[in-house]
């Protein structure tokens, strides 16, 4: 799928949103320790700004509860001094990280379930809304694609809200990239990518990070046509039902507004439609001649 | 009509014709290792990314399966300006298998730069009372001003009402090749490569004034070296703040004069000391080592009815588009032509082609039609090309028709003849008829009278 040709901007220039997994649940018990993590991320982030003086990359990380922009490199204040730029970043992810643990033990109420998924949904709407910000801003804007930094599992519950913020960029012609560094494949990202025309993949090993980083994610979009990227073996399809928020491989689907549910159901619950089972052979009033 | 292209060489190009020491001594400042790697093809960037950390070197053949196969031409494009600019060095192991490495500096200092970021060249000066710093859109209007003052100078020294302090050696220096006086009363006229210079757009008009500003210096004592590496990092500087000039070296102080000149600095008189600040074309000196595209807003609407209205009071902008159009009348914030045949007709009589004037015109489009898709009306941008192309539509070659041939033997040895030395333009072998370039017809006579 071709990108959205950047409007009077060499090819070169490109956005490039981060959204980085913070869920602490994860990284307790990661192999890679979040710090290390950093070294990696944050040389690649300089790199990025490297390529080209116009670049520009925003970082928003992805909490289990919440979502929050972390840094933008197209604040007057970001250039000057790049260690205090890297201090800030580190300093407003713990705090963040902080917020977000407040966040998730007074909505759990006596802390019940511990999330272990983080809020994937939340942060790819926030990009996407930044992204339209940006295209709003005038003629002139650079290329810009989302990348995903993901470790945590998919929450089957943000099925529905993840698809849609799929579908959104893909018609805004907007490529997500997924790195997984956590141990297992995510359907959702890999759904992403494969639908948006971005690059999935799952380093083996992790702590040569940023040389898979700089590999797979550094170039922009049009030199991307000619460059032999990664491809997944396979994209998993599954899809999670509506109701339960289980992942199903067979369902009933709804034929007004294509919900799917894992048991029969009387009424669709996204769109209202009664489903009244109707036999085959009965007659049914012809409307035309 | 030969196309003579006027060949902005990049700025690149000089860096990369230096000698290797001298090269390699300047890749010990990280503000040039910068530069250089923002100037590169972005397939040349990515290599440079994912070799920065291994030490080993890798094979010519492993980084071609790099690239999907309609992607090769540009991968020797890209490899072949790293070596040129010695970023990656071959290397010749045993099994005579060409393998690259990185430049041992280059990769120390992008190293360096990712894991710790950059810095600024040097600090500027702290926000001081007494003098009163100009503003960022003042800068910029200087240095348009200075800029225009200076092309026009360049083009034609009486219609200026300041001259700048270049001496007359210089500016003689930058005319050569735009300009050439055919007689010596006469008034210097522009040249084919003139056109299409002032037809360029800024920041290609700026490197090559810079490139003959840098090939002039040995002369004046300067070494190339370090005016390069100065003004590489100039460009890193923050616009809008001031430095003070003891930073500089004797060398960098000569040029900042010149500099002042052309509009990329703006010199002031300090308390104690004197300031410069760096311009908005100082800043993008890194950005446009690439061909990157003009920034600046867009002043020139064309209408469908091929009449033009440019949004500008500058002489220089009325100059340039009385290359090409008709001028019909100047207000005071407007200049309204059209652009006619006969227009036309003059503008390529002069060298200008089609595509640049197609792409001037697209490039300082207006920001009310930049938008829209196309920018100038595809009714114009055609009707500029028929006319081009009515040019060349018939060709005119002196040469020779030969007929009446004895002989079809002879016929085809005459052929043959013409065709060894590439002047065979026409043959009619039925009726024996062959048509030779003029500049054969002596050696043709010669050749025949041998044959009989």
């Given at each position: ?7 009077l901007?060499?090819?070169d220039?490109s ?21 290390e993590?950093?070294h990696?991320?944050?040389?690649f ?23 929050g922009?972390?840094?933008d ?6 250039s ?5 730029v890297c ?20 909505s759990?109420?006596?802390g019940?379930?511990?999330a ?10 926030l ?6 910000r ?5 003629t002139?804007h650079?290329q810009?694609?989302i990348l ?5 599992p ?12 799929i579908?959104?960029a893909q ?7 997924s ?6 494949h ?13 690059v ?38 599954r899809a999670?039902c ?31 439609s ?6 085959p052979?009965?007659t ?6 | ?11 690149m ?10 090269l390699?001594?300047l ?8 530069a250089?790697?923002?100037s590169?093809?972005p397939?040349?960037?990515?290599y ?5 950390f291994?030490?080993s070197p ?5 980084m071609?399966?790099w690239?999907?196969?309609?992607g090769?031409?540009k ?9 040129q600019?010695?970023?990656f060095?071959?290397?010749?192991d045993?099994?005579?298998?060409p ?5 041992q500096k ?11 970021g950059?810095?600024?060249p040097r ?9 009163r710093l ?20 360049l083009?034609?020294?009486s219609?200026?009402?300041k001259?700048t ?6 500016m ?9 006086s ?13 056109f299409?210079?002032?037809l ?13 500003y840098?090939?002039?210096a ?7 070296t370090?005016?390069i590496?100065?003004?590489l990092?100039?460009?890193f ?7 003070s000039?003891?930073?500089?070296t ?7 004069k010149?500099l002042?000149?052309l509009?990329?600095v ?53 100059e ?12 005071p914030?407007l ?9 036309l007709?003059?503008?390529f ?9 197609v792409s001037f015109?697209q490039q ?5 039609v930049?938008?829209k ?15 081009e ?5 018939v ?7 030969y ?6 033997d ?8 013409a065709?060894?030395y590439g002047?065979l ?10 048509i030779?370039?003029?500049e054969?017809?002596?050696?043709m ?8």
């Amino acid at each position: 799928m071709a990108s959205a040709p950047s409007k009077l901007y060499q090819d070169d220039v490109s956005l490039v949103v981060a959204l980085l997994d913070t869920n602490p649940f994860f990284w307790a018990a990661a192999s890679l320790p979040f710090s290390e993590f950093l070294h990696h991320v944050i040389p690649f982030i300089n790199s990025l700004l490297l390529l080209n003086q116009l670049n520009r990359v925003v970082l928003i990380a992805t909490g289990t509860s919440s979502c929050g922009y972390i840094f933008d490199s197209g604040d007057g204040n970001a250039s000057g001094n790049s260690n205090a730029v890297c201090s800030g970043i580190i300093k407003k992810l713990e705090d963040f990280v902080g917020k977000d643990s407040k966040i998730g033990k007074g909505s759990n109420g006596d802390g019940t379930r511990p999330a272990i998924s983080s809020l994937l949904s939340g942060s790819l709407s926030l990009a996407l809304c930044y992204i339209q910000r940006i295209f709003r801003s005038g003629t002139r804007h650079p290329q810009p694609r989302i990348l995903c930094l993901q470790g945590s599992p998919d929450g089957p519950e943000q099925y529905v809200a993840v698809m849609n913020s799929i579908f959104s960029a893909q018609r805004l012609m907007i490529p997500i990239d997924s790195c997984i560094v956590g141990a297992q494949h995510s359907a959702f990202l890999q759904q992403a990518s494969y639908i948006t025309g971005g690059v999935y993949l799952k380093p083996q090993q992790l702590d040569g990070l940023f040389q898979f980083l700089a590999a797979a994610f550094a170039t922009d979009l049009h030199s991307r046509n000619f460059l032999r990227l990664p491809k997944p073996a396979g994209v998993d399809f599954r899809a999670s039902c509506f109701c339960h928020k289980k992942t199903i491989d067979m369902g009933y689907v709804c034929s007004v507004c294509l919900s799917i549910f894992c048991k029969y159901h009387k009424k669709c619950s996204t769109c209202g439609s009664e489903f009244n089972q109707v036999a085959p052979d009965s007659t049914i009033p012809d409307q035309k001649h | 009509m030969p196309q003579v292209r006027i060949v902005a060489r990049n700025f690149m190009d000089m860096v990369a014709a230096l000698p290797a020491a001298k090269l390699d001594k300047l890749y010990d400042s990280s503000f040039i290792c910068e530069a250089v790697l923002r100037s590169l093809p972005p397939l040349a960037k990515k290599y440079v990314l994912q070799m920065l950390f291994l030490d080993s070197p890798l094979t010519a053949k492993s980084m071609e399966e790099w690239v999907l196969p309609d992607g090769l031409s540009k991968h020797k494009v890209a490899i072949d300006r790293l070596l040129q600019l010695r970023v990656f060095m071959e290397v010749n192991d045993r099994k005579k298998e060409p393998s690259y490495k990185m430049n041992q500096k280059f990769q120390s200092n992008m190293q360096k730069y990712l894991t710790t970021g950059g810095t600024v060249p040097r600090e500027p000066m702290p926000l001081n009372a007494a003098v009163r710093l100009p503003s960022v859109g003042e800068l910029e209007t200087y240095a348009m001003e200075q800029w225009e003052c200076f092309l026009l100078q360049l083009i034609n020294s009486s219609q200026v009402d300041k001259s700048t302090s270049f001496s007359s050696s210089m500016m003689r220096a930058f005319q050569r090749g735009l300009l050439n006086s055919s007689r010596d009363n006469e008034a210097p006229r522009l040249t084919e490569n003139g056109f299409q210079f002032l037809l360029m757009e800024t920041n290609a008009q700026l490197w090559y004034i810079i490139r003959e500003y840098i090939s002039s210096a040995e002369e004046r004592g300067m070494d190339p070296t370090d005016l390069i590496s100065f003004l590489l990092e100039l460009s890193f500087h923050t616009l809008g703040e001031a430095y003070s000039v003891n930073t500089l070296t004797e060398v960098q102080r000569l040029a900042i004069k010149d500099l002042a000149d052309l509009g990329l600095v703006k010199y002031l008189q300090g308390r104690k000391e004197g300031l410069f600040m760096p311009t908005k074309l100082a800043t993008n000196l890194s950005v446009s080592l690439s061909d990157a595209s003009s920034r600046k807003e867009g002043f020139v609407v064309v209408e469908t009815n091929f009449r033009m209205y440019a949004y500008s009071t500058s002489r220089l902008h009325c100059e340039i588009l009385r290359l090409f159009s008709r001028i019909e009348y100047q207000l005071p914030n407007l200049i309204v032509g059209a652009i006619t045949k006969e227009s036309l007709y003059n503008a390529f009589e002069n060298g200008i082609t089609a595509e640049q004037i197609v792409s001037f015109l697209q490039q300082n489009a207006h920001p009310r039609v930049a938008e829209k898709m196309p920018s100038v009306p595809e009714n114009v941008t055609d009707q500029i090309r028929l006319w081009e192309a009515d040019r060349n539509r018939v060709e005119m070659t002196p040469s020779h028709l030969y007929e009446d041939f004895p002989s079809k033997d002879l016929f085809e040895a005459c052929c043959d003849f013409a065709r060894d030395y590439g002047c065979l333009l026409w043959q009619d072998t039925k009726k024996m008829r062959l048509i030779v370039k003029g500049e054969l017809h002596q050696q043709m006579r010669d050749f025949l009278r041998g044959q009989r």
